[in-house]
């Protein structure tokens, strides 16, 4: 009884990657609630998730650049399924004492450290790849001046003011990045402000042992 | 749209009732209170019912915060971020403390304490619109072993106590040895 665990209708989940299922491998009975698939503990055991978390500090300087790296541990692949990201905004300045909550444009592209390989052809606004994405908060620098809600500034939490919004929707990406390997994430703004800017990142994806993959077994993926 | 798939087809009664009896849909609640400006570790236990298989999170959480040292407003800041740990050897599922606004669905709830009675304050805050009624359940498929627990590390940056809620979907599978 070696069914397929946990997938909704048409869906491939991280367990199945591991397998080197196919879409079109999927039985087609019982195949609407994972209840009804019996689990095979042994695969469902060897995926681990790992979520990345990494806050990126824009300085107003114009045209800015900035990259993170993660490292891909030894043994595993990494599956990235979703990004979640958020950026703040600032109060930009109309008139004297007319101001507006605005936002930077943010542009991210991913890459594979190893061969530099884009993961897709331009850089894209960051709205449009993740969840929750911007949000309307402001940033006046720690401590300086409580503005309306709901962007008021959390002088406590790195001078950084967060309004909340949780994630609403994801676009799966299903990238792979083999061992040794490491996930390189551009982003690139234009800073309209005075101020300081903060970009949130969250890598949600999944560590597979190598020894899981279907590449082992000598299955085509 | 998954049940009518579901009841379209004939059900094998004594299979679903055999399987049933080794895993079935199961929910788990992680609840907890984090004192101001400081980290507790909250926790739920698997228990000795058998493995627990997580397919999805959802989560709420509180956004209070101090204002003028005397007064308690729900600006809509999230100020709470946690990291999940597997507390079978203490494995780490974050690789830092995440804000919970960034992963958690619906997210923030308006408090429903006596403290939160402010619609502003002066000219330092003014309360948050209400809060995001959308709800999309994160993907979060983890198997965690019999008897253990989840642990979550959640450190609160407001200046005042605040609560959250975390809610695992996912399916019990009886341990082996125990279903028998």
Known sequence: ?221 | MGIIRALSKKVNIRETFALQNQQYSEKLLLADSVPAATEKLGKVSVSTLGNFLCQFITGHYQSLALVNTSHTIDDGVSHLRGQLIDGTGNRKLFNDYIPLDLFLSPGRTKSASAENNLTAYSTYADRADAANSLFYPVEFEYLFAVNTDILFAVKNDSDVALTYEICFHGIRIFDRSTSR
């Open chain 1, 1 to 221: 009884m070696n069914a397929p665990i946990i997938r909704r209708p048409g869906q491939l989940t991280p367990t199945m990657y591991s397998q080197g299922k196919k879409r079109t491998q999927l039985p087609q009975v019982q195949q609407n609630s994972p209840c009804f698939d019996r689990v095979d503990v042994k695969t469902a055991k060897a995926v681990q998730p790992f979520w990345i978390f990494h806050r990126l500090r824009f300085t107003p300087t114009g045209n800015v650049k900035q990259i993170f790296i993660e490292k891909i541990n030894p043994g595993f692949v990494y599956l990235l399924r979703n990004l979640f990201i958020k950026c703040n905004g600032f109060y930009r300045f109309i008139s004297e004492g007319t101001i507006e909550l605005t936002q930077n444009p943010f542009y991210c592209e991913i890459f594979s450290c190893g061969n530099l390989k884009k993961r897709q052809c331009q850089p894209i606004t960051v709205q449009l790849i993740a969840t929750p994405g911007p949000y309307g908060l402001g940033n006046l620098g720690k401590g300086v001046v409580y503005l309306s809600a709901p962007s008021a500034v959390d002088a406590n939490i790195f001078s950084v003011n967060a309004t909340s919004q949780g994630p609403t929707c994801v676009k799966k990406l299903n990238y792979f990045f083999v061992s040794g390997d490491g996930i390189r994430i551009e982003f690139t703004t234009t800073l309209n402000s005075y101020w300081t800017v903060y970009l949130d990142c969250v890598l949600d994806g999944y560590y597979i042992p190598e020894k899981e993959l279907a590449y082992w077994e000598g299955a085509q993926l």
